[in-house]
Structures are given as C-alpha cells and as structure tokens.
C-alpha cells in the first residue's frame, strides 16, 4: 500500500474486506435483507452505466485548455505541473491536490471564468484534433456560458457521428460570492440527465471545492453533494448521496492528516437501505488499523491489524453469508464510490478551475 493519497486507508480496507469476512467462524449474528440492499447498488450502478452518463465522461476527457482558453497558452506549461495528480489516477489523490491549489490565493479577477471570446458559443468534438472547437453556425448556448456537443462514448472517447444530446456549462460567476462557481446541465432527448454546481473558493489559506446536483437514468435519480475542504498537510470530504426512490442514502466524512512522515486518516459513513443501516467507522495510520461495522446500530465486524493485512471478526464469533459480504463490501467501497464521482463531475472543467487559480 502507497503512503501519501491512501493515507486515510480506505482501498486496503476495500481490498481485503472479503477475503477477511469469508474467514470468520461460528452462530450468525445479526440479519438484514441482503438482497433488497444489493438491488439498490445495482440501481445505482445502473445510473452510473447510462448512456448519458457515459456521454458526460467521454465529453469531460475531451474538454481542453484550446477548446476554453485558445488564448491562454502562456498559462498551460504552469497548468501541467499542478496537473501532476491527474496522472496518477487516484481521486483522492485529485480531490486533495486540487483542493490544495485552491488553498493558494485566487486573482481578483477568478470569477467569471468563461471569457466573453466564447460566451454564447456551441463547441462540437472534432476527432482529428482530438478536442472540441467552436462551430460558429450553432445556436442556442447559454448566454453566460457555452454549450458542448455530448455524443455516444465509443472506447472512452466521442462519437461525432452519433449526437445523443448537449452540455450547458453555465458561468455563475458574475454574480457569486465564491471565488469560483460554474453549473453543467446535460440534457439528452427532451430529458435532463445531469445538472450540478461547482464552486472553488479561498479564504485565509484554506480551499474549498463543492459539487452538488443530480444525475438520472431512466428510472431513477442520484442526488449528491460533496464537499472537500484542504490546507497544508489536511483533507476533509463530507458528502451525501442518495437515491430517493428507493429510500437508498449514503452520508459521510473522510479526514486526513500528514506531519512530516507521520499520516492518519478516519472514514466515518452511514448508509442507509430503507429501514436498515450500516456505519463504517475507521481509524488508522500506514503501520495500523482499527473500526467497526455496524449493522443497525450494533457492532457486525470489528477490524484491526496492519492494513497490508487486516483481521476481521464478528464480535462472538459467526459467519457471513456470500450475499452479506457482497453486501458489506459494496457499503465500504462507496467511499471510493464518492471519490471516483468528485473526479468526474470535476473532469470537464478542472482545466478552467485550475486556469483561473494560475491566473
């Protein structure tokens, strides 16, 4: 396991959770309906598998400093050396970078983003260059923002041959009270399909990054809200999701600390299936761990031990069946669930945020 952005412990937790729990022995011990909570995570995998999602990310990686900024290539060599999370492929790692940037005092001039060069612009996917350019015979872009072309994903990327809708990145900007504020809107056929705010702010050496909104498929609705907050050596994310409907709820907080060589982290999340609940409460460093599961209030698993090599044990004894751990894995793997949407929500405009925190 890495040190630095896995110092909350969280994915050694998620690796082994499994492997763990099939070793516990003895009576079974507390019960819930397994099987209603896995049909809610295969909903919200269902949502995270649409067809408008899957445009959202594909635009998201395609959406470049040229297609935003042709005039700032002063500002891209400088863009690159923040950019240094992006490659390692961590949210956490971007969420704690990212809100570290913000920790950096803003130019006055950070909000509004968007420039008037591209305000009222509608922008489509040209493949040969690999980024989206300005189509000055397309009409209906917000007039504080510009609109993207979103388009079927094939391999990760657009399809320019296959339109399924548009993306509305709105500057608020003018008007707020953050440092920086842009809202997306996708909308595919007549219905829409993601719509979220993002704000940056600093104040007093501390940054702060929010994303809230909803997206849907078909049949159901994630509402979500994340809130990362960073300043040197200390992260702290809170956030809920949740998925009305099926009276499906995740809430939680993750906080991490470095002094020196020294790291700690906690995750405390709630997630709720109806009726039943389960907590997660961890805490550890890169050397040991410790925390509980509980299942509607009461202890279900402890852990403890190295996190290369956890121990878990249901307090008295007994086993998990194959649904329960199913289950308890989907519940711990939620956190990084919430880390992996932070960094898609934040793809197609990092570049803008990061732009306007160098300028």
């Given amino acids: 396991m890495s040190n630095g952005s896995r110092g909350c412990l969280a ?20 019960a819930f309906d397994a099987r209603a909570a896995l ?19 594909a635009m998201g990686g395609a959406v470049s400093f040229p297609s935003v900024a042709p005039g700032a290539e002063f500002a891209v060599a400088g863009a690159q050396s923040l950019r240094v999370f992006r490659g390692a492929g961590d949210a956490r790692s971007f969420a704690a970078r990212l809100a570290g940037a913000g920790a950096t005092p803003l130019h006055a001039a ?39 072309i979103v388009y079927q994903s094939v391999a990760g990327k657009p399809d320019p041959a296959h339109e399924i809708g548009y993306a509305d990145l709105i500057d608020e900007g003018d008007a707020s009270a953050e440092d920086i504020a842009l809202r997306l809107v996708v909308v595919s056929g007549e219905r829409t399909v993601l719509d979220y705010r993002t704000t940056l702010d600093e104040s007093g050496g501390h940054g702060r990054i929010t994303v809230d909104g909803f ?11 994340i809130d990362v907050s960073g300043s040197e050596g200390a992260l702290d994310v809170a956030f ?22 020294s790291e700690t982290g906690d995750i405390d ?14 805490t550890g460093t890169p050397t040991s761990l410790g925390g509980t599961v509980y299942l509607n209030g009461n202890p279900f698993v402890e852990v403890s031990g190295h996190p290369d ?47 306007a925190v160098i300028l």
């Fill in 11 to 30: 994915l050694a937790f998620l690796a082994v959770t499994v492997t763990g729990c099939e070793t516990a022995t003895g009576p079974d011990e507390g």
């Fill in 39 to 57: 049909a809610d995570y295969q909903a919200l995998d269902a949502i995270l598998a649409s067809d408008g999602w899957r445009g959202f990310l």
């Fill in 269 to 282: 999340v709630s997630v709720a299936h109806g009726g039943e609940s389960f907590r997660v409460a961890l």
């Fill in 110 to 148: 950070s909000a509004p983003v968007i420039s008037p060069l591209h305000r009222g612009r509608t922008l489509v996917y040209d493949a040969e260059l690999g980024r989206y350019v300005v189509d000055p015979d397309r009409t209906g872009a917000p007039a504080t923002g510009v609109r993207l």
């Fill in 309 to 355: 090599a956890p121990v878990f044990a249901r307090p008295g004894g007994g086993a998990l069946t194959q649904l329960e751990r199913l289950v308890l894995y989907r519940v711990v793997d939620i956190v990084e669930d919430v880390f992996d949407l932070f960094e898609n929500l934040l793809d197609p405009i990092d570049e803008l945020v990061i732009l």
């Fill in 215 to 225: 997206l849907r498929d078909e049949d159901d609705q994630l509402d979500f809200e």
């Fill in 240 to 261: 809920r999701m949740a998925v009305e409907s099926r009276s499906f709820e995740i809430e939680g907080a993750v906080a991490g600390a470095k002094q020196g060589e």
